[in-house]
Nanobody, 125 residues
């Protein structure tokens, strides 16, 4: 499975960005993670591919929306009302195990995904 992120950039506080992750291969669930300098990686959101189940970390609830575009096989993260503390490298991740993916909140919280993208930088000033 290959994952290619895009859509990062710089934005002022209160602005919006949309991250996309192109998926090449089979996956049952996807997640978006972020890591700021000097901080641990944080699970931001997750989604079951082809299903309605999503998960959001408290930091993302009400501001971020994860979605899956079946036709393009991309997973998107719409980020609104961005704050300086959202500044980080953002990574998408994928897992082909439906057994793990059924525990979506736990899998996102633990960062237990099999495949990872290279990351895209988001800077909020």
């Amino acid at each position: 499975v290959q994952l290619v992120e895009s859509g990062g950039g710089s934005v002022q506080a209160g602005g919006s960005l949309r991250l996309s992750c192109a998926v090449f291969g089979y996956t049952d669930c996807m997640g978006w993670f972020r890591q700021a300098p000097g901080k641990e990686r944080e699970g931001v959101a997750g989604i079951l591919v082809g299903g309605d189940s999503t998960y959001y970390a408290d930091s993302a609830k009400g501001r971020f929306t994860i979605s899956h575009d079946t036709a393009k096989n991309t997973v998107n993260l719409q980020m609104n009302s961005l704050k300086p503390e959202d500044t980080a490298m953002y990574y998408c991740a994928a897992d082909p195990s439906i057994v793990r993916c059924r525990l979506l909140p736990q899998v996102v919280a633990a960062g237990n995904f099999a495949y990872w993208g290279q990351g895209t930088q988001v800077t909020v000033s």
